[in-house]
């Protein structure tokens, strides 16, 4: 399972930074991301991270936006400068997980609340 952590209610302007573990029976972890989902919109890709460290970006993140891995802790972190009013949303990880069964799935984490205020 996913536990994603570190939203909170920022000023425009402010930062935050995200972090999200995976825990339990795993062999490796494949792409993982991160996603937003504001009110009345649908759930975007805000940015991925390969298992090898390569990361992508939405355009309207691209500058302000840096995720990264530790693949020693399986977890993906995703700093957040420079937050807009309009980064205001609920913040999902997801991750492509291989199983100790040999299953690869893919998991979402809960989701932690963004709020940047003007």
């Known amino acids: 399972q996913l536990q994603a952590c570190g939203g909170g209610l920022v000023q425009a302007g402010g930062s935050l930074r995200l972090s999200c573990a995976v825990s339990g029976s795993i062999l490796s972890i494949n792409a993982m991301g991160w996603y937003r989902q504001a009110p009345g919109k649908q759930r975007e890709l805000v940015a991925g991270?390969?298992?090898?460290?390569?990361?992508n970006y939405a355009d309207s993140v691209k500058g302000r936006f840096t995720i990264s891995r530790d693949n020693a802790k399986n977890s993906v972190y995703l700093q957040i400068n420079s937050l807009k009013p309009e980064d205001t949303a609920v913040y999902y990880c997801?991750?492509?997980?291989?199983?100790?069964?040999?299953?690869?799935?893919?998991?979402w984490g809960q989701g932690t609340q963004v709020t940047v205020s003007s």
């Open positions: 997801h991750a492509y997980v291989l199983l100790v069964s040999g299953t690869i799935r893919d998991y």
């Open positions: 991270i390969t298992s090898g460290g390569i990361p």
